[in-house]
């Protein structure tokens, strides 16, 4: 009997996808949730799981292929029982005089080509790096591993190199995933159909220091492993100024504002696909803990690949940390239909005024990218005084003054 395989069903906001990596060949054996594709959409990678054991009959839609919801991509023949593999893999252990069982090598390797290369050349798999799914060995990687030029081992990905007239430089052509090319659109989108102005300030990051300095080891036991960090500080001054300030949480839908009675902070995170912006919802009803715990998990699933459409969707405001790559300062760019966007930025040493005497204190320029279409000066400038006096002063936090 042939069972399909069918695409998932997309959110309405996703109208399609893209066959981005198969981890079976035509006629190897499959097991029933094991996994075969993924599938790249506009916000997030989609695996699809094989809905039977059996063996891979057909593949229908190829890496760089579009698919719609419920579309069939491939079919599993559940009548069939193949052995082929599994004698590969015997002959192959045998070949490299390998010590592991067959069932070892097979979690180390994705396909019969990369175990075929493996054969013919005498390498060990324990000597190649995988970059498949877990880190799994593909056939490139063992290219790769044997020297082949990368031109010739990913020849729809990489352009061959062109030498000019001019000294013999390289250059190389890649595609854009779907995913830089959303961000791309709606970025350009942002800055065309908004009134964007940034308000700056700086706030003195010494008092946030301080604590974190002294209660980090007690606050990492007493919370299981959980490390006191900033942003947890800074999600919890941006929750009471928005709370202060509704026009900041508020969103554009046309040409009515709506206003939000709760705070779903947006954390830009910056993954190997591109940028992502997971949203922790209620982040008023969260400790410091709580959200120092899922800003950690959010960025593990980003680096994996692992967020879900719902971590992705939504959001009343958002904050971009560019202070983790060095920048001293910078302009964020609004995450429509939000209407504001706050940008961290690197703490550095500099020379204050403060009671009359110059003092070094760990200083952080702040930048409040907002919507003047929604958002006055007056408003913006305040919010942001707002949250310059919140974390200057932490008490205030705890007693919401």
Same mark, same amino acid.
């Given at each position: ?12 906001? #996703? ?29 997030? #990678? ?33 009548? /069939? ?6 004698? /590969? ?40 790096? &995988? ?6 060995? *593909? ?27 001019? &000294? ?56 299981? &492993? ?38 779903? /902070? ?12 997971? #949203? =922790? ?49 910078? *302009? ?6 939000? *209407? ?43 919010? =942001?005084?707002? /949250? ?9 936090? =705890?007693?919401?003054?």
């Amino acid at each position: 009997m042939t069972i399909e395989i069918k695409a998932p069903t997309l959110p309405e906001s #996703v109208p399609d996808g893209t066959i981005a990596t198969w981890y079976k060949s035509i006629g190897d054996n499959v097991a029933r949730d094991e996994l075969l594709v993924d599938i790249e959409t506009d916000k997030v #990678v989609i695996e699809v799981v094989s809905p039977t054991d059996g063996i891979l009959k057909e593949i229908l839609k190829s890496s760089g292929d579009t698919i719609t919801s419920n579309e069939p991509i491939g079919s599993v023949d559940t009548d /069939i029982a193949n052995t082929k593999e599994e004698d /590969i893999l015997v002959e192959s252990s045998s070949i490299l005089g390998r010590s592991e069982s067959v069932a070892a090598v097979d979690t180390k390797i994705t396909s019969p080509a990369a175990k075929k290369l493996l054969e013919e050349n005498s390498l060990l798999p324990d000597n190649v790096s &995988g970059t498949g799914k877990d880190g799994r060995i *593909t056939k490139e990687d063992v290219l790769v591993h044997m020297g082949v030029p990368k031109a010739q081992v990913f020849p729809s990905e990489v352009g061959a190199p062109l030498d000019s007239s001019a &000294g013999g430089r390289l250059e190389e052509r890649v595609p854009m995933s779907r995913l830089r090319a959303k961000v791309a659109e709606r970025l350009l989108h942002a800055t065309q159909s908004t009134a964007m102005l940034t308000t700056f300030n700086e706030v003195n990051m010494k008092p946030v220091m301080e604590i974190k300095n002294r209660y980090k080891e007690e606050f990492e036991k007493v919370h299981e &492993g959980v490390r006191l960090g900033l942003m947890s500080f800074f999600v919890r001054a941006c929750v009471e100024s928005l709370k202060r300030f509704p026009a900041v949480n508020a969103s554009l839908d046309g040409h009515d504002i709506v206003y939000h009675g709760y705070q779903d /902070i947006g954390v830009a995170i910056g993954s190997p696909r591109g940028l992502v912006v997971p #949203v =922790l919802r209620n982040a008023d009803n969260m400790g410091l803990a709580q959200i120092e715990k899922e800003i950690r998990q959010y960025g593990d699933k980003a680096r994996d690949g692992k967020l879900s459409m719902d971590e992705l969707t939504g959001g009343t405001f958002t904050i971009s940390n560019g202070g983790v790559f060095g920048s001293l300062l910078s *302009t964020p760019i609004l995450n429509p239909p939000q *209407t504001a966007i706050l940008g961290m930025h690197k703490i550095q040493d500099r020379p204050m005024a403060l009671g009359g005497e110059v003092k070094i204190l760990p200083m952080m320029y702040l930048a409040l990218s907002y919507d003047h279409q929604i958002i006055d000066g007056k408003e913006a400038v305040q919010f =942001l005084v707002t /949250i310059k006096e919140l974390l200057e002063d932490p008490t205030r936090l =705890l007693l919401e003054i």
